[in-house]
């Protein structure tokens, strides 16, 4: 199993530009997280999916939009990039039978200028 | 709202060190959660516990629910050990699959 990947690794955005980051999980979870990491933060969630075709909001979800039409896919999409959007994005996979333990991708580093 | 609360923010030690790090909650959980970060790096799981204690090679997780406090212990640390410990907690009723996340603890483990 791949476990949970991410695409891309790094990225520069200029301010006003958009973008989607990709999430895909094969370890058949319903519980799919967008969060992002900000120095001397802790993560902050972004937006949550539940399961293929439902998604609710998080802390911080201003900026941005999800949505999930499969089990494995959980893209984020940018919208209008603003200086405050760079950060550190981790995207997360969960499932009821082993207690809602975690599991993150590589994170995707994004820098908007 | 849980607040979560983690300290030291910063721990510096030489190898061979016992390492305490600390996590405090506010409010009733339904699990906790220590994870690890290395620099640059992705974050894994470590331990998720609800009651008691649990042991990993070197490392050792413990809860005390009425305290609502946990530890995250390492034994004879290593440089390899240096990373940043997250602690997170979940909700006790409810979202109980959502997390809280403390700030971290950065650990350096000098040769």
């Known amino acids: 199993n791949a476990g949970v990947t991410q695409t891309p690794k790094f990225r520069i955005l200029k301010i006003g530009q958009s973008m989607t980051l990709q999430c895909t999980q094969d370890?058949?979870?319903?519980?799919m997280y967008w969060y992002r990491q900000d120095p001397g933060m802790g993560l902050k969630l972004i937006y949550y999916?539940?399961?293929?075709?439902?998604?609710d909001k998080g802390e911080v979800p201003n900026g941005y939009n999800v949505s999930r039409s499969t089990t494995e896919d959980f893209p984020l999409r940018l919208e209008l990039a603003a200086p405050s959007q760079t950060s550190v994005y981790f995207c997360?996979?969960?499932?009821?039978?082993?207690?809602?333990?975690?599991?993150f991708g590589p994170g995707t580093r994004l820098t908007v200028t | 709202k849980n607040e979560v609360e983690q300290s030291p923010q910063n721990l510096t030690a030489q190898e061979g060190e016992f390492i305490t790090i600390n996590c405090s909650y506010s409010?009733?959980?339904?699990?906790l959660h220590w994870l690890q970060q290395h620099p640059g790096g992705g974050i894994v799981s470590l331990f998720m516990?609800?009651?008691g204690k649990k042991k990993h090679g070197r490392l050792i997780a413990t809860i005390n629910i009425q305290e609502k406090h946990s530890s995250l212990h390492i034994t004879a640390s290593h440089p390899r050990d240096s990373a940043v410990y997250i602690c997170?907690?979940?909700?006790?009723?409810?979202?109980?699959?959502?997390?809280?996340f403390g700030k971290g603890t950065l650990l350096t483990v000098n040769p």
């Open positions: 999916s539940v399961g293929a075709g439902i998604t």
């Open positions: 997170a907690v979940s909700e006790l009723r409810g979202s109980n699959y959502k997390l809280t």
């Open positions: 516990l609800s009651s």
């Open positions: 997360a996979s969960s499932n009821r039978r082993r207690s809602y333990e975690q599991y």
């Open positions: 370890m058949n979870h319903n519980y």
């Open positions: 409010v009733g959980i339904s699990a």
